[in-house]
């Protein structure tokens, strides 16, 4: 079953690299000479992904490794390292006062200290949600009650690679993806944008949690417990819808083979829902301690007539969509630059406000922006599931909106 899966994708994606039009082709040759310098080689990443995981296995670095405390160590090492980059530069720029001598020493060793306790740390989360996922009967996308973990949990924790999104102009709807390195500066990314733009698209180089695409599952390391737990299970999730209608479909949709503008978003709700879910299992059986998780994580509600960021950002979503349905390009992002301008005097700073940034954050529906009904579609489905493996199952078999819809009637 799985070797007909893999050669069906890779009959698909060489189908997807055959040019529909000779502007496509032209568009391709363009983009891809703008994104070479700064392109995520993926082969070369899998191949050393791999290599380190075959060399700690044989080494013993995995054995035995069930010490929760490492996890949040290591994250907070991460952390504090990235908060010393920033500092380390304003020092030596003159910008602070500080020796900069002593930061750069303090950086040095966290580095060096979170290069070596990284595996584990791998093999901690990885252990605590294939746990988690088994106890709540979550095991392979194949059969009910065959006792065979698959897609197997595991990751790769490192600092987070990047995303170019391109979208049409005259409406917000993604045109292509290409993941970036994690090494670039903002005017790295300031070039590329313009570059895409020139060619007649609105683009935007986005930081990525984490990604699917790769196997290990690519999970960045600059959140807190909690998010690290929730990002490599949402990546696990993608990776087993894969393997169903829905994530199938998905992945029709990135090659550019189906389009079905319904099928992104409703493939990130399942997969967000589920890792939420399981993150919390897993927070709360290995790492919370006295306080009520759910009391505190729960987000405060602004006061009455207070400014609502979320709330701002779907009324600019719509108003752009009302003026790109006109015709009026110019105007909407003319419109997009001015709110960027005033979310900054709310305290809220976006590098920019686009087609692009719509068209990638418009999939989550629990994202400022999002405008699609599927998440509460999704929670109704939930509600009427008596498990977490009866939503995902249910979830997982859907091909179009319309299934769901007839769903939750």
């Known amino acids: 079953m799985v070797k007909k899966f893999i050669g069906l994708f890779l009959l698909l994606t060489m189908i997807a690299l055959v040019p529909a039009c000779s502007d496509r082709q032209d568009f391709e040759g363009k983009l891809g000479k703008i994104v070479a310098p700064y392109e995520f080689n993926q082969l070369r990443w899998e191949y050393d992904s791999l290599s380190r995981e075959a060399a700690n296995s044989l080494t013993g670095v995995y054995k035995d490794e069930t010490d929760s405390a490492k996890v949040v160590q290591y994250l907070a090492g991460v952390r504090k390292s990235a908060d010393l980059q920033p500092m380390l530069a304003a020092v030596r720029n003159g910008d602070r006062p500080g020796d900069a001598g002593i930061l750069n020493s303090e950086l040095t060793a966290l580095k060096n200290n979170s290069g070596s306790e990284v595996g584990p740390v791998e093999a901690i989360l990885s252990k605590q949600i294939r746990e988690v996922l088994n106890k709540q009967g979550i095991v392979n996308p194949f059969i009910n009650g065959l006792k065979v973990g698959f897609p197997p949990v595991t990751m790769r924790i490192e600092d987070p690679?990047?995303?170019l999104v391109i979208s049409q102009r005259n409406?917000?709807?993604?045109?292509?993806q290409v993941i970036l390195r994690s090494d670039l500066s903002i005017e790295d990314m300031d070039s590329i944008e313009s570059q895409v733009d020139a060619l007649g698209y609105s683009s935007l180089v986005v930081e990525l949690g984490g990604t699917a695409v790769t196997y290990p599952a690519f999970v960045s390391n600059r959140g807190d417990v909690r998010y690290t737990i929730e990002a490599a299970a949402e990546e696990w999730t993608h990776q087993y819808l894969a393997f169903k209608p829905l994530g199938f479909l998905y992945a029709l949709n990135l090659l550019n083979i189906r389009h079905d503008a319904d099928i992104p978003a409703m493939n990130e709700t399942v997969a967000g829902m589920v890792s939420r879910e399981i993150g919390a299992m897993v927070y709360k059986e290995y790492y919370?301690?006295?306080e009520?998780?759910?009391?505190?994580?729960?987000?405060?509600r602004p006061a009455p007539g207070a400014f609502s960021f979320n709330a701002e950002m779907r009324q600019i979503r719509l108003q752009v969509d009302s003026l790109l349905a006109a015709g009026n390009?110019?105007?909407a992002e003319a419109f997009m630059k001015e709110k960027r301008q005033f979310l900054a005097t709310q305290n809220y700073y976006l590098r920019k406000i686009n087609q692009a940034y719509f068209s990638f954050y418009g999939n989550y529906v629990t994202a400022p922006g999002s405008i699609t009904p599927v998440g509460n579609e999704f929670d109704k489905l939930r509600e009427q599931s008596g498990s977490l493996a009866e939503f995902l199952n249910k979830a997982a078999?859907?091909?179009?909106?319309?299934q769901l819809e007839d769903l939750i009637k």
Not at 171 to 176: D, H, L, P
């Open 292 to 300: 009520d998780m759910a009391t505190a994580r729960r987000p405060s």
């Open 288 to 290: 919370q301690q006295a």
């Open 171 to 176: 409406k917000i709807g993604t045109v292509k």
């Open 397 to 402: 078999s859907l091909t179009d909106h319309k």
């Open 329 to 331: 390009v110019d105007d």
């Open 161 to 163: 690679i990047h995303l």
